[in-house]
């Protein structure tokens, strides 16, 4: 079955600076996508960015990349130059494709970005 | 170009009431997903549909718990008889088609509060 693991309930970073939110999935499938979504504390769930799974570069949004590394099945977002607005929590998120396209979402991690 | 609506924004029951969650995808989008977040975790996939068609349920709880989404008018999650577990935040999600890779679009949320 299809799982995404997010092993960092936590994160700080220094405002200024860079971070990375780590997640690793697990699938057997060949076809699929890789989410990233941030929820600050208002709650709504906010779209970063998508990788899918026969993209050869690494998706970028911005301030936001994905480092993709198939191989290792991780889909780690890297926030650069990180603002205080940052602080919120982020869930990675993937999609089987072809079937009913529901997204399975990791436990999340809480990012916290101080002056 | 409104986004995904969802109302109420805020919902508090008793114990045993019914709970009637709306959501009106956004213009154009024909595919609604529902998914609930327990405090302190991931959304959880409840039920996918498309219009007057409910597609994957594979999510939603045997008992209470019934999705619809009518040719006419708002996609509606109805809870029966609520309990305390039932309090969540409720998200509907939307897409023009299933296999799109930006194709989500999340609602604000329902936080739904079984006193």
Redesign the interface.
């Known amino acids: 079955a299809q799982k995404?693991t997010q092993t960092q309930p936590g994160m700080f970073v220094q405002e200024k600076e860079a971070v990375t939110l780590d997640c690793t999935y697990d699938t057997s499938d060949q076809s699929y996508?890789l989410?990233w979504?941030k929820q600050p504390s208002?709650?709504?769930?906010?779209?970063l960015i998508?990788q899918?799974s026969y993209d050869e570069q690494n998706a970028t949004e911005g301030r936001y990349s994905l480092n993709f590394q198939k191989a290792r099945k991780s889909a780690n977002l890297v926030i650069s130059a990180s603002q205080l607005g940052d602080s919120a929590m982020y869930?990675c998120?993937m999609r089987e494709?072809?079937k009913?396209?529901?997204?399975?979402?990791?436990?999340?991690t809480r990012l916290q970005v101080f002056p | 170009n409104a986004g995904v609506m969802q109302n109420p924004r805020h919902l508090v029951r008793r114990r045993g009431q019914e709970a009637r969650l709306r959501c009106s995808p956004m213009k154009g989008h024909s595919?609604v997903?529902w998914?609930r977040q327990l405090p302190e975790?991931?959304?959880?996939?409840m039920v996918?549909l498309q219009k007057e068609n409910i597609?994957?349920e594979s999510?939603m709880p045997k008992e209470r718990f019934s999705a619809e989404f009518p040719k006419e008018g708002p996609s509606i999650l109805r809870i029966q008889q609520v309990v305390r577990g039932d309090s969540a935040?409720y998200?509907c999600?939307s897409?023009p088609d299933?296999?799109l890779?930006?194709?989500?679009?999340?609602?604000?949320?329902t936080?739904l509060t079984v006193v």
Do not use: C, P, Q, V
Not at chain 1, 100 to 108: M, P, R, S
Not at chain 2, 41 to 45: D, N
């Open positions: 995404i996508g989410f979504y208002s709650g709504e769930m906010i779209f998508y899918g869930f998120a494709e072809g009913t396209d529901k997204l399975i979402f990791g436990t999340g | 595919h997903y998914y975790e991931g959304l959880k996939f996918y597609i994957d999510g935040a998200f999600a897409s299933s296999h890779n930006y194709g989500y679009t999340f609602g604000s949320g936080r």
